[in-house]
Nanobody
Framework: QVQLVESGGGLVQPGGSLRVSCAASGFIFTNYAMSWYRQAPGKEREVVGWISTYGLSSYAGSVKGRFTISRDNAKSTVYLQMNSLKPEDTAVYYC?????????WGQGTQVTVSS
């Protein structure tokens, strides 16, 4: 079965850094692009960025230059490195993969940016 498990969230001060992970299983990881989304309280879920099967990545304007997505195909894991964090980055972060036009989501990991 397709499974995505996020981890690595926590509390960090503004300007700090954090790396969250998404461990994937149940599908051929190397054949699929992966995405990161986030959802803040009272707001709709929004895309953070994505990474292709070739390792090319793209980002939302709000995080571009601060966040980096990478993947380790040997470990079937995608990462989101977050630098220069701001309070507005506070959200639950989710990873997603699309298989046969169906969106599969992880359970999410909470990231809180506060002083």
């Amino acid at each position: 079965q397709v499974q995505l498990v996020e981890s690595g969230g926590g509390l960090v001060q503004p300007g700090g850094s954090l790396r969250v992970s998404c461990a994937a299983s149940g599908f051929i990881f190397t054949n699929y692009a992966m995405s990161w989304y986030r959802q803040a309280p009272g707001k709709e879920r929004e895309v953070v960025g994505w990474i292709s099967t070739y390792g090319l990545s793209s980002y939302a304007g709000s995080v571009k230059g601060r966040f980096t997505i990478s993947r380790d195909n040997a470990k079937s894991t995608v990462y989101l490195q977050m630098n220069s964090l701001k309070p507005e980055d506070t959200a639950v972060y989710y990873c997603k993969v699309v298989l046969n036009e169906y969106d599969y989501w992880g359970q999410g990991t909470q990231v809180t940016v506060s002083s």
